[in-house]
T-cell receptor, first 117, second 114 residues
């Protein structure tokens, strides 16, 4: 099956620094990638939708200047948390689809645990 | 806007017993329905999905779900669970015509005990 990886799996950073998380589709080309945030005991909340070669579409309430998303190739999307604060600590998950049709299965990465001190 | 409700945050069950995980949705338009499973320290994996056709959908690992439009439900069932089924289960929807954005429920932790 399709595999999506994320790197790093865990990261701890100091408040005010920036952190980059990578999401890669290993054995397929992903035209669309999604970034989610998951709080403990809560659901996944969609942050943004990223299409290769175009600007990401952010969900309401998500600061685009704080959460920078780049989808430079069909196999790589990055999420950069800029000027991180403790409230940004969370589990960040990406997913990827083969195309943009709504019935297409999303393949999820294993997630990245971000802790901001 | 659409929403997904999973009323049971935790479901304990003994091994080899049947289980049902409940999912209800709310939407003013038609939806596609999904169940995902998340094992510890792993990404979400698709169990099954309902797009159209037969309301009874069979998925991987012996799971099945039934779409009930009148009750706006999509409950997940397995006739006999195994210890390895212990995981977090998420119900999700995509609104037809709304691209492919998933809206998730809050998840149900299934704990299978000996």
């Amino acid at each position: 099956g399709a595999v999506v990886s994320q790197h790093p799996s865990r990261v701890i950073c100091k408040s005010g620094t920036s952190v980059k998380i990578e999401c890669r589709s290993l054995d397929f080309q992903a035209t669309t990638m999604f970034w989610y945030r998951q709080f403990p005991k809560q659901s996944l909340m969609l942050m943004a939708t990223s299409n290769e070669g175009s600007k990401a579409t952010y969900e309401q309430g998500v600061e685009k200047d704080k959460f920078l998303i780049n989808h430079a190739s069909l196999t790589l999307s990055t999420l950069t948390v800029t000027s991180a604060h403790p409230e940004d600590s969370s589990f960040y998950i990406c997913s990827a689809t083969l195309d943009r049709f709504s019935t297409d299965t999303q393949y999820f990465g294993p997630g990245t645990r971000l802790t901001v001190l | 806007a659409q929403s997904v409700t999973q009323l049971d945050s935790q479901v304990p069950v003994f091994e080899e017993a049947p289980v049902e995980l409940r999912c209800n949705y709310s939407s003013s338009v038609s939806v596609y329905l999904f169940w995902y499973v998340q094992y510890p320290n792993q990404g979400l994996q698709l169990l099954l999905k309902y797009l159209s056709g037969s309301t009874l959908v069979k998925g991987i690992n012996g799971f099945e779900a039934e779409f009930n439009k009148s009750q706006t439900s999509f409950h997940l069932r397995k006739p006999s669970v195994h210890i390895s089924d212990t995981a977090e289960y998420f119900c999700a929807v995509i609104v037809t015509g709304g691209g492919n954005k998933l809206t998730f429920g809050t998840g149900t932790q299934l704990k299978v005990e000996l």
